[in-house]
């Protein structure tokens, strides 16, 4: 029996039935509601979040106390603070459920002993993180190299499901926009 995570393994490496019930075994899956904080800022994130149904979002308190969020995760992305995760330091983040969710957590440890035990795991995990380091590359470069309306028009253009599923004010602080500007937008198009 195939899960989600079983399944988007196999698009990336090879991954037998058995190997999935051995993922399976170390899997610890959680019911998550909205609002509900995974990771709060000051403690050391021991998970990394597989989202098998829901949205996550990780973000940060500036100094003028307003959320910047940083990335979000729908169905079959991962979230963690890599910082915290991988050095066992304090986190500069939160995680938050957007939307109530469905999502298998791995510590550390298990993680690790998943990659001895599974030697495709590396492979799928180093696949993933190149396509998710790219993504983060892109973005860097379109808030430096894009106006506000162009970064809008950007990110609905690869990323429609978001518009409807997210609030605003989360989407505009991805965006590095304020909630009214980003209303203009929307208005604008209509």
Request: with cysteine.
């Amino acid at each position: 029996m195939d899960n989600r995570l079983a399944a988007h393994i196999r698009k990336f490496a090879p991954l037998t039935d058995e190997d999935a019930s051995l993922l399976n075994s170390y899997a610890r899956p959680l019911v998550i509601k909205k609002r509900v904080l995974l990771l709060q800022e000051g403690q050391v994130c021991r998970e990394n979040y597989f989202v098998e149904k829901g949205c996550l979002r990780m973000f940060f308190t500036d100094d003028k106390g307003a959320e910047q969020t940083v990335q979000f995760a729908i169905e079959n992305w991962w979230i963690t603070d890599y910082g915290s995760y991988a050095g066992g330091s304090p986190s500069q983040f939160f995680i938050q459920a957007v939307e109530n969710s469905t999502i298998l957590a791995f510590s550390k440890t298990s993680q690790e002993e998943l990659f001895t035990a599974l030697p495709v795991l590396e492979r799928y995990f180093r696949r993933i993180l190149e396509r998710a380091f790219g993504a983060t590359q892109w973005r860097i470069r379109y808030i430096f190299s894009q106006s506000k309306e162009e970064r809008y028009r950007h990110f609905t253009g690869l990323y429609p499901e978001f518009i409807q599923r997210i609030p605003q004010y989360m989407l505009a602080s991805y965006l590095g926009l304020t909630p009214e500007y980003l209303s203009e937008i929307r208005n604008k198009k209509l």
